[in-house]
């Protein structure tokens, strides 16, 4: 959710900023802008939509400058505009913020009654504003910057830059994440590693609460307390970093078209190439544990949702599951025999992070499964588990989430193992089984040309409804919001079994309803719904094996999958899920990657 790029360099910085703002693109954003200081002067260009626009205006108007901010935008306070679009600039000091200041209106009242003339709805500004009331009040920039940070209440990232200033930009961040990359005589600023990828392999983090100077001899960085501190500077694999389609027509499909590998690598990593068991970080304490609270946002609480069976299935062990956003303002109870686990994909996600801290020193351990080891939930966990997925830069969560459930059946038989609910020949026999889950995988990849054609009646409706049982009920959940998040098409999911309590109102013969329900112990009870729906004109799609399909009958729309074990129906079937609503998405001509109003990572609460 916007993206923060800064650049004191030995080069023009406009073209600069302008590349690295648009590996950051995948955030999500709907106005773009950047601020130079060239011959002590500062200016700045801003545009409303792709950054295409942007590029366009920096034709027309060239912004010159070896020193720079840039920013990507998703509003927030106010909407879309050049006039809502960072850079803000007031005086001698322009601004640009991830994140939301809460106290901004009390701090706007105040600086209106002194005289700030303000041209933005933002909260934003407010910052800016404030700035450039400390500079005319005498104070230098590094004073003035610290002096308003001071004042803001919320959560930011922020970077200052001022005129006159052609060394110096200084950044905070409390909240949302930031990153400094080191150069050869430059320095950069950066939301994350992925916009500095081109730029350097020399990275330091700023922890929660820290400011920092940059100048192109480096950076002092200071703590909440204003204290001079040491963050380490860690080299990343840019390569890895770097990201690009490799000739697919969207990041999601190759994200999409990824996941067999994904999962094999991340299984070698936990288990080996050697088939042994599970190798999992140190520290771990299933045995002990009374209770597993799973907390997390979005398509990773789904992920929750699934590891949530398999956990009390294969471990024995009382699962608590929360949205992240809820979490902390219900009072949970906790206690010191729980285990915490907290997923998300960046690491970064606010919601997570905040009640990963709330329960931190009330329970046993906190553990993270993220696909950013460096991120903040990682940093700031016990026990770090990567998903090991690489840069995923579809909005829409693809072979993160598969990823995801992965590592959770990983942790789920280790606890199983561990607390002697599984036998060793059990233990190892499901084993073997989450080892065959790439290949299954790849198989559910090749059903695309008919999923292609599927989803062309689905393109043409209003309303879709999912519905499955047992595991497949979050596969449900995981399929509609897929199919709202980049076809906009309103859709629902529910438990089979729930049908009869209110859904079964909205079947006629215009709704599509999908139906997950590979042949298992529920699905006799699946199909015994889906009858229900059929007997309404309700047109069904009905995803299962052959086994299933052979026995459902007569069904108006069927997609055969292949026959797996049940521990991996989750992650086979996830793939109908994403491919269902990215090719309907194609039907419609919406944005694939880059759906309206959503951004990858929601790192404001």
């Known amino acids: 959710m916007c993206g923060i790029v800064g650049v004191l360099g030995q080069h023009e910085v406009s073209p600069i900023i302008l590349d690295a703002l648009k590996r950051l693109e995948y955030r999500g954003y709907d106005s773009a802008g950047i601020a130079t200081v060239n011959q002590g002067k500062l200016d700045r260009r801003r545009a409303v939509g792709k950054l295409i626009n942007l590029s366009d205006t920096l034709v027309h108007q060239p912004l010159p400058g070896r020193s720079g901010i840039g920013h990507t935008r998703w509003a927030t306070h106010g909407g879309p505009s050049v006039d809502n679009a960072h850079p803000h600039q007031a005086g001698r000091v322009a601004v640009v913020h991830n994140g939301i200041i809460e106290n901004f209106r009390a701090l706007r009242e105040e600086l209106a009654e002194q005289g700030a003339q303000f041209t933005s709805q933002t909260d934003t500004e407010t910052i800016v504003q404030l700035a450039s009331h400390y500079l005319d009040q005498g104070m230098a920039p590094v004073q003035a910057a610290r002096a308003t940070l001071k004042r803001l209440d919320g959560a930011f990232a922020l970077a200052f830059l001022f005129e006159g200033e052609e060394d110096l930009i200084i950044c905070a961040r409390r909240g949302s994440p930031l990153c400094i990359g080191h150069g050869e005589d430059e320095m950069y600023l950066g939301s994350d590693a992925i916009a500095l990828s081109e730029l350097t392999d020399r990275i330091t983090y700023l922890e929660e609460g820290d ?70 970080p140190e520290g771990l304490d299933f045995a002990a544990a ?140 499901r084993l073997e089984e989450l080892r065959a889950a790439p290949g299954f995988v790849a198989q559910a990849l090749d059903r695309e040309d008919e999923i292609r054609r599927l989803t062309e009646h689905l393109a043409r409706a209003r309303d879709v409804l999912f519905l499955g049982r047992g595991v497949m009920y979050p596969l449900a959940l995981e399929g509609a919001l897929k199919l709202k998040e980049i076809s906009y098409i309103h859709a629902e999911a529910y438990a089979a079994g729930e049908l009869k309590h209110g859904p ?55 997609l055969q999958m292949p026959t797996v074990p049940d521990l991996i129906a989750p992650i086979v079937y996830a793939v109908p899920a994403q491919l269902i609503a990215y090719h309907t998405a194609l039907h419609r001509g919406t944005d694939v990657d880059q759906p309206r109003n959503l951004a990858k990572s929601v790192t404001v609460e």
């Open 211 to 280: 400011w920092a100077i940059l100048t192109r001899n480096g950076v002092h960085v200071f703590d909440a307390d204003d204290h001079q501190t040491a963050r380490p500077m860690t080299r990343i694999n840019a390569a890895q970093a770097r990201v690009d389609k490799s000739g697919h027509r969207h990041f999601m499909a190759k994200e999409m078209a990824e996941q067999p590998g994904v999962l094999k690598a991340a299984m070698e990593v936990y288990s080996g190439v050697d088939h042994g068991g599970i190798d999992l």
């Open 290 to 429: 009374d209770r597993l609270i799973m907390v997390a946002c979005g398509t990773a609480h789904y992920a929750c949702q699934v590891a949530k069976y398999w956990f009390e299935q294969f471990a024995g062990l009382p699962v608590e599951l929360d949205i992240a956003s809820e979490f902390r303002y219900r009072a949970p109870v906790l206690g010191q025999k729980n285990m915490a686990l907290f997923v998300s994909q960046s690491g970064e996600t606010a919601d997570t992070l905040a009640a990963l801290r709330h329960v931190r020193g009330h329970v046993a351990q906190v553990l993270a499964v993220v696909n950013v080891p460096t991120s903040s939930i990682a940093r700031e966990a016990d026990v770090v588990l990567p998903i090991h997925a690489g840069p995923e830069i579809g909005v829409a969560s693809t072979k993160a989430f598969t990823a995801q459930l992965q590592v959770l059946a990983l942790l789920a038989l280790k606890a199983g193992f561990a607390r002697g609910h599984l036998s060793e020949d059990a233990y190892r026999t």
């Open 504 to 558: 079964i109102a909205l079947i006629d013969k215009d709704l599509p309803v999908i139906v997950f329900a590979p042949h298992d112990a529920l699905f006799e009870k699946t199909v015994s719904n889906m009858q229900e729906v059929m007997a309404r004109q309700g047109q069904v799609l009905l995803i299962s094996d052959a086994k299933g399909l052979a026995e459902a009958g007569e069904v108006p729309f069927r």
